[in-house]
């Protein structure tokens, strides 16, 4: 039975899943959902399996027709053939009761390696069937950016044009986008923040004249598919740690609440889980709802955790529609609130609803540079700022006999100067990277203006794009 798929804001058409692969964002302006959740078939916990037929067996009912198994199977193999460790997503144990799941261990050495190696082959082998080409335009706070282009490079049927905010990367982050040579990929540095870059994404697939001249399409942390590769790892740790009978409480590192959502999701499906805690940095308006049951945007503070900078996490409207059964007038009501006035509130029974599944707190910059700092000296092991974060929190809200699984989202070398400025040990670069510095940047510099942005992707086109 295949899955189909409904919007959050309840005012679209249901579609199946190539569409939604190919669409993003519902045409009301919302979220796709899949209308039934598919259950977990207890063997995916109980009897060890590959990564890649672990993925292959939970991400089946969601694909339904549009994929036959066999070439569901041979596109997560190909998939994850680059990652530097056979087990994907390997766990490391971290304190009794504390265990750390890398998901670092794909080409640009972060956890958005995970789902965009499996969505950029996914786009590929669907534009291929329906003879199509996109041009993919996309919004990253650093780490995103650069897995697309590389999930995507040297693709005939994708050109991709990423923003990203100058001078808020950090250099690793940058030089990851602009020093591919592939004549498909484009980095854009917009002077802006993270949010404004998002916004000018939003007004180009708002400008139709544009979008179809350039067949837009997205893949940033709302479209779908990501999500659903993203469940895999979940079902993963509780059948490594053999863990399917009792709870386990999963911590996540969070910025557009795409990660923790895909770990609802797994819940959702029938996953033992306990509860998840969501670690946040300065940047909190995700721990601020939880406290208090009330949405409230504040300006974006940089951090040593620049992937969690964010203060509109796009992915919320998908729990905020199940918070409110499943209402999409509703959704779409609270949303438009908190657009015009920058708030919306939760009911009390919606607020309870949330904590009984969500607990949350912030760690700042000083903590995050002792918790790394404490990590090295007691397990000599490096860890990225993100992770820290996802530690912090795990280590002051674990209970008694709770078993929690922290979620590593970066490589430290990522983020080597906050690393190097909390223990004086400089992570070092993988191998495939060891270059990164010597190699030729390439890359425009943009106002935070709409009509320069799209002037620039006009000229891409006329260009022959490279
Ligand atoms: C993107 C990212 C996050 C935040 O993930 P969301 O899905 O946006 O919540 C955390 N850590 C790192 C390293 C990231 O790249």
Not at 153 to 169: A, C, K, N, Y
């Amino acid at each position: 039975m295949a899955v189909r798929y409904g919007s959050s804001r309840g005012r679209a058409p249901e579609l199946g899943f190539a569409d939604v692969l190919l669409t993003g964002l519902a045409p009301d302006g919302g979220l796709f959902l899949p209308t039934d959740w598919p259950t977990l078939p207890a063997h995916t916990v109980s009897t060890s399996s590959s990564y890649v037929d672990l993925a292959a067996e939970v991400i089946q009912p969601f694909v339904g027709g549009a994929l036959s198994r066999v070439d569901l199977q041979s596109i997560l193999e190909d998939a994850y053939a680059s990652f530097d460790h056979p087990d994907v997503c390997p766990l490391v144990q971290l304190d009794d009761g504390h265990h750390l799941m890398e998901l670092f261990h794909g080409p640009t050495l972060a956890f958005k390696d995970i789902a965009l190696q499996v969505v950029g082959r996914l786009f590929d082998h669907e534009l291929k069937c329906r003879r199509q080409r996109v041009m993919i335009v996309g919004a990253t706070s650093g780490d995103t950016g650069s897995a697309a282009m590389e999930a995507v490079r040297g693709s005939e049927q994708v050109d991709i044009v990423v923003l990203f905010p100058h001078g808020r990367t950090t250099e690793v982050q940058r030089r990851q986008m602009t020093t591919l040579k592939d004549p498909n990929v484009h980095a854009v540095a917009v002077q802006g923040t993270f949010d404004d870059c998002q916004d000018l994404v939003k007004a180009m697939f708002g400008d139709e004249p544009f979008r179809e001249r350039h067949s837009l399409a997205a893949v940033n942390s709302i479209n779908w598919a990501r999500v659903m590769v993203q469940i895999v790892y979940y079902v993963w740790a509780v059948q490594r740690l053999g863990r399917g009978v009792q709870a386990t409480t999963f911590c996540v590192p969070t910025g557009n609440f795409g990660n923790v959502f895909s770990g609802h999701v797994a819940a959702r499906m029938g996953l033992n889980v306990d509860r998840f805690l969501i670690a946040s940095n300065r940047n909190d308006i995700l721990s601020r709802l939880i406290e208090t049951g009330e949405m409230r945007a504040e300006e974006v503070v940089p951090t040593l955790s620049p992937s969690m900078d964010i203060q509109i996490s796009s992915n919320l409207e998908r729990l905020l529609y199940e918070l409110l059964d499943g209402n999409g007038a509703a959704t779409a009501e609270l949303i438009a609130g908190f657009r015009d006035h920058g708030r919306a509130a939760l009911t009390p029974a919606q607020h309870q609803r949330l904590t009984a599944a969500f607990s949350g707190d912030r760690i700042d910059d000083s903590e995050t540079l002792a918790i790394i700092s404490e990590v090295y000296d007691s397990h000599g092991m490096l860890v990225d700022p993100h992770t820290a974060v996802g530690i912090g929190v795990a280590q002051r809200h674990r209970r008694a006999g709770e078993h929690v699984v922290s979620l590593a989202t970066a490589h430290p070398a990522k983020f080597g100067d906050a690393v190097e400025q909390a223990t004086g040990v400089r992570p070092e670069l993988p191998p495939h990277l060891a270059d990164i510095f010597d190699s030729r940047e390439d890359y425009a510099v943009l106002p935070n203006d709409l009509a320069t942005v799209e002037a620039f992707i006009d000229g891409l086109s006329v260009r022959g794009l490279g």
